[in-house]
């Protein structure tokens, strides 16, 4: 007899926060200027996020910062993953790349800030104006959770 199941709905949007952020540069460099800008500390997580798709395994890049004294953590994490696909016949083009995606809903978003702990909307509002205030910036905006269909991705 079946008392209790839990499903992915049954954990709220509220239990995280997720910012896609648009920007056409490597993520050491969107790290450093997150650092720089939103006087946090991110740096590289010692585990990468990995994820199967139908063409291989993907490796997603994690960047983490840990706030003791708040008891809030961010998260910086790709979207995208290069691929690269060995052609049969052997010529000067035989390599050629695909993208694999860890939200494929969001392919357009490069990568996704995501926002653990107490915040609030308007600390969230003023993340996300400083963040669009960089010239290195496209944009950002906050994405809906519970909205996303592969949001188990996010779960680590």
Do not use: C
Not at 6 to 28: K, Q, R, W
Not at 74 to 96: G, M, P, V
Not at 114 to 126: N, Q, V
Request: net charge negative; aromatic share 12%; glycine share 2%.
């Amino acid at each position: 007899m079946q008392i209790h199941s839990l499903t992915l709905d049954d954990f709220s949007s509220t239990d995280y926060f997720l910012v896609g952020i648009h920007a056409a540069m490597e993520d050491y460099r969107l790290a450093y200027l997150l650092n720089l800008h939103l006087h946090i500390k991110l740096k590289r997580s010692d585990f990468d996020l990995d994820s199967k798709h139908s063409n291989g395994n993907a490796t997603y890049s994690l960047f983490e910062y840990n706030n003791t004294s708040t008891e809030n953590n961010w998260f910086l994490i790709s979207n995208r993953y290069k691929a690269k696909i060995q052609s049969e016949n052997l010529s000067l083009f035989s390599e050629s790349q695909t993208f694999t995606y860890l939200i494929p809903e969001k392919k357009k978003v490069d990568y996704f800030l995501k926002l653990e702990g107490d915040f609030t909307s308007k600390t969230i509002e003023k993340t996300i104006e400083k963040i669009n205030n960089l010239p290195q910036i496209i944009t950002s905006y906050t994405i809906k959770t519970n909205e996303l269909k592969s949001k188990e991705s996010l779960i680590f």
